[in-house]
Nanobody
């Protein structure tokens, strides 16, 4: 089992920045990839970014490219999402997820999920 706990959400004005963190615990040796997803009210869950837990691979949704950066600290067992130049349309609940097989942009491939953290961007 892998446990994920997000933190760092909040309210920010458009153009501002937030840094989300995801603390990973449990059987971390089974983790291959970590990703961030988001879900806005009334919308489907949307992929944001993914990285491999031990390699250097990263991949971003078009909406995140150039503004968001996903990173990890294996010593601290954390994954972060630095979000800059935030827009009102970035408002959503952001969740981190882990899987043991592949770095995927599809939520169905992720077994472990955090509870989510709310990000609200005001205009």
């Amino acid at each position: 089992q892998v446990q994920l706990v997000e933190s760092g959400g909040g309210l920010v004005q458009a153009g501002g920045s937030l840094r989300l963190s995801c603390a990973v615990s449990g059987r971390t040796s089974s983790v291959y990839a970590m990703a961030w997803f988001r879900q806005a009210p009334g919308k489907e869950r949307e992929f944001v970014a993914v990285l491999t837990w031990r390699g250097s691979y990263t991949y971003y949704a078009d909406s995140a490219k150039g503004r968001f950066t996903i990173s990890r600290d294996n010593a601290k067992n954390t994954v972060s999402l630095q979000m800059n130049s935030l827009k009102p349309e970035d408002t959503a609940v952001y969740s981190c997820a882990a899987n043991g097989l592949r770095a995927s942009a599809s939520a169905k491939n992720y077994v472990y999920w955090g509870q989510g953290t709310q990000v609200t961007v005001s205009s």
